[in-house]
C-alpha cells in the first residue's frame, strides 16, 4: 500500500509540475478551494472531517498556488451566520468540491441542508467550478434518502443541466480522484481569480493563459471580426479578408466615394512582447514572404500596389526593435496612442504595430484608432507610398528576385 501511494503521489507530483510550468501567478496570491460535504460522517472508520483535513493538506502541498477552506476551521468573529457563511463559502471559491454520500446530514429550519446550501450557492455563480463526488452506496440506496436529497442528487447528476459525477468506493479512490479533477479545474480556476485579485476582465485573465499558438490565433481571429463588422471608419469604406498565406492575413482595404483605389493590408501578429525570440518569429517579415501573395491579388484588381503592414502586438515592442524588424535603422517611426507607425523612405514599407492588444476589447479599440488615424489624413500618403512599393515590387518579380 505505502509502495502504490508513492507511485501515485510521484504521478500527481509530475502532473502538478506540469502544470506549474504553464502557470505564471505571483508568490503569495491563491485561489481558493471550498469543500462541501458532511464532516461527521464515519467512511472507512473515521470521520469525513479527518479525510477533509488529509484533501486540505494534500491540495496545498501538490498546488501551491491553491487554498483549501473548510468550515469546521472557521473561528469566531466571522460576520455573518453559519448559513451565510456556508453559502458565501460556496459563491466566493474558484473551485467547490462537493462529496455526496449515503447520509443526508444536518438540516436546518427552512428543510435545507447545509451541503444543498452551500451548492445551491456554487450553482448560482457558475456550474463550471463544480467537483461531485458521490459514494456507490448513495447511489443504491438512493430511493431511501429523503426527496429533498434524492432531487439534489438528481440536480447535480442530470444529463443535461448537471455535472459528471464521479463515483467512489474507497477513501484512496476518492483522495486520487480529488486530486486528478482540481488539476483538470485548476486552470479555469486561475483564470477566475485572476480576474477576481487583479481588476482584469475575463478575457484578458483568459489571454494571459493562452499558449504563444492560442494567443496569435486569437489576435488574428478578433481582427477579422472587427474588419468583417466594419462599418466604414472615414475614408476607408471596408476592409475586407482575402486569403491566408504563411500565417500572415491579406486584406484589402477600398477607400474613397468611388471605391477605385484599393490597399492590400497584410496582418500579423506577436503573441507576447517582441522581445521574446520565441513570439517574434510569429510576426516573422512578410514584406519579404507575402510577394507571391501579393501578385495573385494584383492580378484581381488589376492594379499594382504594394501592401500596409499591420502587425498586433501582444505586449510591447521598442523603436529600436522596429527599426531592426525593418532592416534598416534609417526609417521614420512614429508613436502614436495606439502603438507605432514605421516608413521605410527607400523602399516605402510601411507597418503599423498596434501595442498593448491583451484582450478583444483593447485590440478592437486599437484597430477602430488605427484606422481612424489612416482616415483622418493619412490614407492618401499611404495609398502614394504603396503604389512606389508596387513598382519596387514589379520589378522584382521581372527580374526574378
Not at 502557470?23 to 472508520?45: D, H, P, T, W
Not at 485548476?186 to 494567443?215: N, P
Not at 477579422?224 to 466594419?230: I, K, N, P, S, T
Not at 502587425?311 to 502603438?339: K, S
Request: hydrophobic share 40%; charged share 30%; net charge positive.
Amino acid at each position: 500500500m505505502c509502495a502504490a501511494r508513492s507511485r501515485r503521489g510521484s504521478q500527481i507530483s509530475e502532473e502538478a509540475g506540469s502544470l506549474l510550468g504553464r502557470v505564471r501567478i505571483n508568490a503569495g496570491q491563491k485561489a481558493r478551494v471550498f469543500l462541501s460535504s458532511r464532516m461527521g460522517y464515519v467512511f472507512e472508520g473515521a470521520p469525513l472531517s479527518k479525510l477533509r483535513e488529509e484533501l486540505k493538506r494534500t491540495l496545498e502541498s501538490v498546488y501551491p498556488f491553491l487554498s483549501v477552506e473548510l468550515a469546521e476551521q472557521w473561528t469566531a468573529g466571522r460576520s455573518g451566520s453559519a448559513r451565510d457563511l456556508s453559502r458565501k463559502g460556496g459563491a466566493d471559491a474558484d473551485i467547490v468540491v462537493v462529496i455526496l454520500v449515503d447520509s443526508a446530514g444536518y438540516r436546518d429550519e427552512a428543510g435545507l441542508y447545509a451541503t444543498e446550501l452551500e451548492i445551491n450557492a456554487a450553482i448560482e455563480d457558475s456550474w463550471d467550478k463544480m467537483l461531485v463526488f458521490a459514494h456507490e452506496d448513495l447511489q443504491r440506496n438512493l430511493e431511501r434518502q429523503p426527496a429533498s436529497y434524492r432531487k439534489l442528487f438528481r440536480r447535480l447528476s442530470d444529463f443535461e443541466n448537471g455535472r459528471i459525477v464521479s463515483f467512489f468506493s474507497t477513501r484512496d479512490e476518492l483522495l486520487l480522484g480529488i486530486v486528478n479533477g482540481v488539476s483538470a479545474l485548476a486552470g479555469s480556476a486561475l483564470r477566475r481569480f485572476s480576474s477576481r485579485i487583479s481588476g482584469k476582465s475575463e478575457e484578458q485573465a483568459d489571454w494571459e493563459l493562452m499558449t504563444f499558438t492560442e494567443r496569435f490565433a486569437q489576435l488574428k481571429a478578433t481582427f477579422r471580426e472587427v474588419a468583417e463588422g466594419l462599418d466604414g471608419i472615414g475614408t476607408i469604406h471596408g476592409l475586407g479578408f482575402e486569403s491566408e498565406h504563411d500565417g500572415h492575413s491579406l486584406y484589402v482595404a477600398t477607400t474613397g466615394k468611388s471605391a477605385k483605389r484599393k490597399l492590400p493590408v497584410v496582418v500579423s501578429a506577436c503573441p507576447d512582447r517582441y522581445s521574446f525570440p520565441e513570439a517574434a518569429r510569429f510576426v516573422g517579415y512578410p514584406f519579404r514572404t507575402a510577394v507571391d501573395a501579393w501578385e495573385k491579388l494584383v492580378k484581381r484588381w488589376k492594379q499594382k500596389t504594394g501592401p500596409l503592414h499591420i502587425v498586433l502586438i501582444y505586449r510591447t515592442i521598442t523603436d529600436t526593435q522596429i527599426r531592426r524588424h525593418l532592416g534598416n535603422p534609417d526609417i521614420r517611426v512614429a508613436r502614436e496612442p495606439w502603438g507605432y507607425f514605421a516608413r521605410d523612405p527607400e523602399r516605402f514599407i510601411q507597418t503599423l504595430y498596434l501595442v498593448d492588444c491583451r484582450d478583444p476589447v483593447s485590440l478592437r479599440e486599437r484597430v477602430h484608432d488605427a484606422l481612424g488615424w489612416i482616415a483622418g489624413g493619412q490614407l492618401e500618403k499611404l495609398l502614394d507610398r504603396a503604389e512606389g512599393r508596387g513598382r519596387i515590387l514589379e520589378a522584382r518579380r521581372l527580374s526574378g528576385d
